[in-house]
């Protein structure tokens, strides 16, 4: 079993810089690959960046790509997501989330674990 608690979220300026954390509790933490998803009301969960296992592989949703980075600790057992260049609609729930596999992957129904989630604000 592994419990995800993420941490880092509150109120940002757009165009300025956030970074979220996430801890990882349980045994074996370095056979998960990770991922960070966001939610918005009333819209459906969506993948934003995954990691895989060992750090060899990293993709990020179009959005994003070039101004977030996913990064993962594996003696602190932790996944960081650095947010960059932060846009108002990027006002979200970020979810951090583990699977049992090495690969990485952008689908929710594959990730077996899930954090409670960080609120992110950016203001205009």
């Known amino acids: 079993q592994v419990q995800l608690v993420e941490s880092g979220g509150g109120l940002v300026q757009a165009g300025g810089s956030l970074r979220l954390s996430c801890a990882a509790s349980?045994?074996?933490?370095?056979?998960?690959?990770m991922g960070w998803f966001r939610q918005g009301p009333g819209k459906e969960r969506e993948f934003v960046a995954a990691?895989?296992?060992?750090?060899?592989?990293?993709t990020y949703t179009d959005s994003v790509q070039g101004r977030f980075t996913i990064t993962r600790d594996d003696g602190k057992n932790t996944v960081n997501l650095q947010m960059n260049s932060r846009r108002t609609e990027e006002t979200n729930i970020y979810y951090c989330?583990?699977?049992?596999?090495?690969?990485?992957?952008?689908?929710?129904?594959?990730?077996?674990?899930w954090g409670h989630g960080t609120q992110v604000t950016v203001a205009s």
């Open positions: 990691i895989s296992r060992r750090g060899a592989e990293t």
């Open positions: 349980g045994p074996n933490f370095s056979d998960f690959a």
């Open positions: 989330a583990a699977r049992n596999a090495y690969d990485v992957s952008r689908k929710t129904g594959e990730y077996e674990y």
